[in-house]
């Protein structure tokens, strides 16, 4: 089930990135040295002749070079993102081969945008620039702040990671006829789940597979209203605006998509929202959701609800050595979890719709400030990581102490394992990302194993499972963001301050009386209207009237 899909209409659980404008006009006239190519960086192939045209590295570079590579930090408890047994491996088995540096800058999971332009600002920016969705990279484009690739470079340095994404770079990866951004690769397969407390569910005469609609969804949380088990949980809507997927209509025509889903910009203005907004502004007055919702700003301060065992839904990235069951277990020895349906958030008569995510991960950008050697440092890291032996030992660890291999070549992960290699609760995802969002196998059937175990938290291999299964249900109903292939102006200009304001208007709406809704949800359209909405929403018009998007 999609963090971006429908279940997040429940339970408004999103990813929190503070935003902030800054590192505008003309950076690019200050970069370091250009690529080599850079003329014709627009050419759809590597030239034959790329190998004879850039400096030979192979043994390492003359004078050292520092390496700056973003890192998410998560607040793990015990883990420091950069400096672990991991990051000391890389340095040792990449950096020190190739006389390079390599420093990790850690990036806030939950304002990555503004450690990003402070970053910028400062000039301390790693060399990598990313973000998970094109509006935000587009973004970045506009700022200014990334340098025009040449494809014939990255085939040089990097050959095993261009033949894995050659052909997505090439059809993603121009803005204004420029080759800008390089990718992670994105296996259809996604982790987010939605929890719900089952004893719960159970406690008050129902199923969980009864909850079919989101008016069977309300008939549960007014019984556990009556009974005093506790609230459905909430956060404040920031920076990832799905939440209405599943009041629109189905089929979705694309120029209406096109127009009005947009994660870096929310939609205030449509029906879908109305819908969306008079079911929460429901469900506050009614005593049904966190009444504090608007100030669960970070995961940390939902997740804590639902350990304390005062919310009974919890959304989350499902992994095996996740401490939230166990958690919420040591308060409350009964409690017992299921997945939530993907119906559950959807009115009568619509679809479970959800946002399906583009055919790449990491979206990703060279920093106009990086030098040409620094440039070609990170092609060699990226390919020095896509080479299977390290992109296993990155994911797995060390055999014989984080895993043993099992006669189909899977690492069966040793659950207990607390020693200097131990993994972070990601599985160090946020290192091999930057070349693929999930670890694969040869075989489809070992990779399909690799999910379950990698998912399943001891004793609840069921959850993973359902995960897969409700991932392939509701396929689909997910359907991607437009990309644009132009820069919104206007998304760039506004989108910091409308996303302020929107937070101020949306919870002003959820927390008025339900007699007075209509009027107030009224007023904030005209203040979000005008406040910039509508130059965007007229500036997206004419790239959707014009061909400009897919």
């Known amino acids: 089930m999609s963090k971006k899909g429908f279940a997040s209409t429940l339970i408004s659980l999103f990813v929190v990135a503070g935003l902030m404008a800054g590192c505008t006009g003309n950076n690019n006239g200050n970069s370091s040295e250009p690529s080599p190519s850079a003329s014709n960086a627009a050419s759809n192939a590597p030239s034959d002749t790329a190998e004879s045209k850039y400096p030979d590295y192979s043994k390492g570079f003359p004078e050292k070079v520092t390496l700056q590579i973003p890192v998410y930090e998560r607040a793990f408890e015990g883990w420091n993102v950069t400096d672990n047994y991991y990051t000391r491996w890389i340095q040792k088995e990449f950096g020190d081969k190739n006389n390079i540096e390599v ?17 910028l600002a400062s000039h301390k ?3 990598i620039i990313f973000h998970y969705d094109m509006p935000q990279a587009l973004a970045y484009y506009g700022e200014d702040v990334m340098q025009e690739l040449d494809y014939d470079e990255i085939a040089n340095y990097a050959p095993t990671y261009w033949n894995n994404m050659g052909e997505t770079i090439k059809q993603y990866g121009a803005v204004d006829g420029k080759n800008v951004f390089f990718f992670a690769a994105r296996p259809a397969v996604d982790n987010f789940v939605t929890l719900i407390r089952k ?23 007014e019984k556990w209203k009556a009974t005093g088990l506790g609230v459905s949980g909430g956060s404040l809507l920031q920076n990832n605006y799905t939440y209405n997927y599943a009041f629109r209509d189905w089929p979705v025509d694309p120029k209406y998509r096109a127009l009005y889903s947009d994660l870096g910009v929310a ?54 050595n996740t401490d939230v069951l166990t958690a919420t277990l040591k308060n409350n020895p009964d409690a017992q979890f299921a997945v939530l349906p993907g119906t559950a958030g959807v009115p009568d008569g619509k679809k479970p719709q959800g946002r399906a995510y583009w ?15 620094e440039r070609a440092a990170v092609w ?25 291999l099992d006669g189909s070549g899977l690492a069966v992960k040793n659950a207990d394992f607390k020693g200097e290699s131990v993994l972070s609760q990601n599985n160090n995802k946020d290192y091999w990302a930057l070349v693929t969002e ?58 910091a301050d409308l996303n302020s304001l929107f937070q101020e208007l949306y919870v002003k709406v959820v927390l008025a009386p339900e007699d007075q809704f209509d009027k107030v949800y009224e007023d904030a359209k005209k203040t979000y209207l005008d406040a910039g909405y509508q130059e965007i929403l007229d500036e997206k018009q004419k790239a959707i009237d014009a061909g400009q998007f897919k």
């Open 103 to 119: 420093k990790f800058v850690p990036i806030t999971r939950s304002s990555e945008v503004t450690d990003y332009e402070q970053l």
């Open 380 to 404: 060699m890291y990226l390919e020095w990581m896509s080479k299977p032996e390290n992109l296993f030992y990155l994911q797995n660890g060390v055999e014989g102490q984080n895993y043993t």
């Open 199 to 221: 004893d719960w569910v159970e406690k008050v005469g129902m199923k969980v597979e009864d909850l079919t609609s989101l008016e069977k969804y309300n008939e549960m949380l």
């Open 267 to 320: 939609d205030l203005t449509t029906k879908d929202t109305e819908g969306y907004l008079r079911n929460l502004n429901h469900q506050y007055n009614a005593g049904l959701v966190d009444k504090e919702f608007y100030l669960r700003n970070d995961d940390g301060k939902i997740k804590a609800e639902f350990v304390a065992g005062k919310t009974g839904t919890y959304g989350f990235y499902l992994a095996s």
């Open 125 to 127: 920016a790693p060399d």
């Open 438 to 495: 999930a670890a694969q196998y040869a075989d489809p059937a070992v990779t399909r194993k690799a999910y379950l175990q990698n998912w399943s938290p001891p004793g609840y291999e069921n959850l993973a499972e359902e995960v897969l299964t409700n991932y392939d249900k509701y396929a689909e109903f997910r359907t991607p963001d437009a990309l644009f292939s132009v820069v919104l102006e206007k998304v760039n200009e506004y989108k």
């Open 359 to 373: 055919p790449f991960g990491f979206i990703m950008g060279i920093n106009y400030e990086s030098s040409a050697e």
